[in-house]
């Protein structure tokens, strides 16, 4: 047996490294590293010369069931009518985040929503639709949806901030400038994640960003630390197309009148297509263009369905801030496929899925990061500040 130093330290064999390296490749997932390719990096016992060493081949990354599979969630409203918890997870729903609010008003349904989701075992988040009102701070807002939510469970997705081109309550002047949006922003995620200890969500997409910011004394750097929230995007690629529609007249003759459809304004009884007809004409008309605007969305939420696996955003509706998203609602409609499935004649649900699979969005219910944001962002607005000129 070979002597060792004092202190238990020493020399050691070829076997006992390639040994120590196997167990290390073994632990980190990844093959051992040789000082020198092919060979030992310490001779052996018998002989001075580098020991020859075959190369441990690079061992597999472990990979778990649904790592990378997008997670299918939905977001709600008090207009719509929502399944049970079960029928919701039958569906292969895994995440539900309901409005908890809309400028300084709740949502009639949140209170009795918002646990019950939990109830049922799904991942729950909230969003809060924002509206800038005059003489009113975001922490105004902020404390709504702090007093709504009360606290954060293990598993809670942080409440969203919902930013939308209706950002404005009626009655109210939108701020003159970017650093006014900026500062009122600001005020309502530092409420937000400083009471609830969580990283909110910031909701929107490029045209609603922009449509408020992009004012003049809009500076990039300082709307930049907004990147550091994650991002959920929407985008939809819905496309509506014109129909035939055929009823009787008052003589009993049937009329066919084609309407077109708009993906995002449902018909109303007050457009031109349907007041230009006599008054029972004009019902029955508009009762039809109803069912075909709910069959058309229906239609085109199928399709978007069945590819949510592989779309994304495109990348001009990324807001700059931003490098890339953590959920993306692709659909403004539910999938008439679901109907079986336990979803009703609900055709305005909207559908998301998550970029990475369950673990991502784990992550993002875990994420915490109050301190250090809010102490950066604090040292960059101190650095920013005109230094005061010292008169002698």
């Not at 918002?114 to 799904?122: C, D, E, I, V, W």
């Not at 404390?143 to 293990?154: D, F, K, N, S």
């Not at 937000?192 to 200890?197: C, I």
Request: glycine letters at 10%; aromatic letters at 10%; hydrophobic letters at 40%.
């Amino acid at each position: 047996m070979r002597r060792r130093r004092a202190g238990g330290f020493g020399l050691v064999t070829a076997r006992e490294r390639r040994a120590a390296d196997r167990f290390w490749a073994e632990l980190l997932g990844r093959p051992n590293r040789p000082a020198v390719a092919g060979v030992a990096a310490v001779p052996s016992e018998a002989s001075p010369q580098p020991v020859p060493v075959m190369p441990i081949p690079p061992r597999p990354r472990r990979t778990y069931p649904g790592a990378l599979t997008r997670l299918d969630g939905i977001d709600v409203y008090q207009e719509n009518t929502v399944p049970a918890g079960d029928r919701i997870r039958g569906a292969g729903i895994g995440f539900v985040i309901h409005r908890c609010s809309i400028g300084r008003n709740l949502d009639t349904q949140f209170a009795a929503r918002y646990p019950a989701t939990r109830a049922s075992g799904l991942i729950r988040g909230s969003f809060h639709y924002y509206l800038h009102k005059n003489g009113d701070g975001g922490d105004v807002q902020g404390e709504r949806v702090v007093t709504a939510v009360r606290r954060l469970g293990p598993g809670d997705l942080a409440p969203s901030l919902d930013f939308e081109e209706a950002a404005v309550a009626a009655g109210s002047a939108e701020p003159a400038t970017a650093e006014a949006w900026r500062a009122e922003l600001e005020a309502f995620l530092d409420t937000v994640e400083t009471r609830l200890g969580r990283t909110p969500l910031i909701y929107t997409r490029r045209s609603a960003w922009e449509s408020h910011l992009a004012k003049g004394d809009f500076r990039a750097e300082r709307f930049a630390h907004f990147g550091d929230y994650p991002l959920w995007v929407l985008y939809y690629d819905v496309r509506f197309h014109s129909q035939p529609l055929t009823v009787k007249d008052t003589s009993g003759a049937d009329k066919t009148v084609t309407v077109s459809f708009n993906a995002d304004a449902p018909p109303q009884r007050s457009d031109a297509v349907f007041a230009a007809e006599a008054n029972a004409v004009g019902d029955a008309l508009f009762a039809l263009a109803k069912i075909e605007y709910r069959r058309q969305a229906w239609e085109a939420a199928d399709r978007l369905y069945g590819q949510r696996q592989r779309i994304n955003p495109p990348a001009g509706n990324i807001p700059r801030p931003w490098a890339t998203w953590a959920i993306f609602q692709y659909s403004q409609f539910t999938p008439g496929a679901l109907r079986t499935q336990g979803f009703p004649n609900d055709y305005k649900i909207d559908f998301n899925v998550t970029r990475g699979g369950v673990y991502a969005l784990r992550g993002l219910a875990d994420l915490v990061d109050a301190a250090g944001r809010l102490g950066a962002r604090l040292a960059f607005d101190l650095a920013d500040e005109p230094r005061a000129r010292v008169v002698g």
